[in-house]
């Protein structure tokens, strides 16, 4: 939520400016051409590319800031009053649903909201995250531990969870699993189903090569929602799975082939991975 407030007065800032020059940019353009002296061009120079960048920029910036000010709105209907089914938050912004959906994929992509994800166009679900008690071993204080690790709040240890992870096995094509154990990709490529939906971050993943036998293990961070794998490469990028633009094709094929086309019609979630290869499992 800071990232997207700090986006929102970027452009407000912009905007701002932009306002501030256009009619500066007219004053600079009058005064130049009564003064017509050698600064008086100067001025008036000044002054066309002023009013120029604040008539043709302006408008887009303060457009811009709408937009985000909507995705602060969207983002607290979310996280702070809980609401989560599409058709409501389209209902409340007076909005169709597939514009609403693009809003909810833009929140989560750009990581404005942690935590969530976007559920087969129907509904945002938040993640669960295993909290346990746990004593610190620095002054013996509870903490609550949320997800992997906490922090003590009397004097402010770190805390790890000691219970055990859960491990999933994930067989892995050789492109997805060098990708990996590599650490080139911060997003996995995942068909969407009911046991993919109930990993919990700070579960384990092994993958296993199913061409060498090989494995390496990461932690799953977060997931990422899409309908197809194809509109989630265009949304954030080949490169935040860890794929060049000449991989791109390959892996689109790849899925295809394997699930029959099916990711078109569920959509394909990525699983955001952290510490990977620290893990033996």
């Known amino acids: 939520m800071e ?33 017509a002296t050698w600064y008086g061009w100067i001025m008036l120079a000044f002054g066309i590319a002023f009013s120029i960048c604040g008539f043709y920029i302006m408008p887009i910036m303060w457009v811009k ?3 985000y000010k909507k995705l602060q709105r969207l983002a607290l ?8 089914y599409i058709d409501m938050l389209a209902q409340r912004f007076g909005v169709r649903p597939n514009v609403m959906c693009d809003y909810v994929r833009t929140l989560i992509a750009k990581q404005y909201i942690v935590g969530y994800v976007f559920n087969n166009k129907r509904f945002v679900m938040k993640l669960q995250q295993r909290t346990v008690s746990v004593h610190c071993p620095n002054c013996g204080s509870n903490v609550n531990v949320y997800g992997s690790e906490g922090i003590c709040e009397h004097c402010g240890t770190l805390v790890n969870n000691p219970n055990e992870k859960v491990v999933h096995t994930v067989n892995a094509d050789e492109l997805f699993y060098r990708n990996v154990a590599l650490k080139e990709c911060t997003l996995y490529p995942f068909v969407y189903d009911e046991e993919v939906q109930n ?21 799953v961070d977060s997931l990422v929602f899409a309908d197809t794998f194809k509109k989630l490469f265009k949304e954030i990028g080949a490169q935040a799975f860890g794929f060049t633009n000449k991989e791109k094709k390959k892996v689109i094929k790849y899925l295809h082939n394997k699930y029959g086309g099916k990711e078109k019609l569920y959509g394909v ?9 620290e893990f033996k499992v």
């Open 65 to 67: 800031f709408g937009e």
């Open 77 to 84: 209907s979310i996280t702070d009053e809980n609401v989560y």
């Open 269 to 277: 979630i990525g699983i955001r991975l952290a510490k990977i290869g």
């Open 199 to 219: 990993y919990i971050v700070s579960d384990l993943l092994k993958f296993v090569n199913v061409n060498s036998g090989e494995t390496v293990a990461a932690e």
């Open 3 to 35: 990232r997207l407030i700090k986006d929102t007065q970027k452009f407000f800032n912009a905007a701002l400016i932009m306002s501030l020059l256009f009619p500066i940019g007219v004053l600079l353009i009058v005064f130049g051409a009564i003064l």
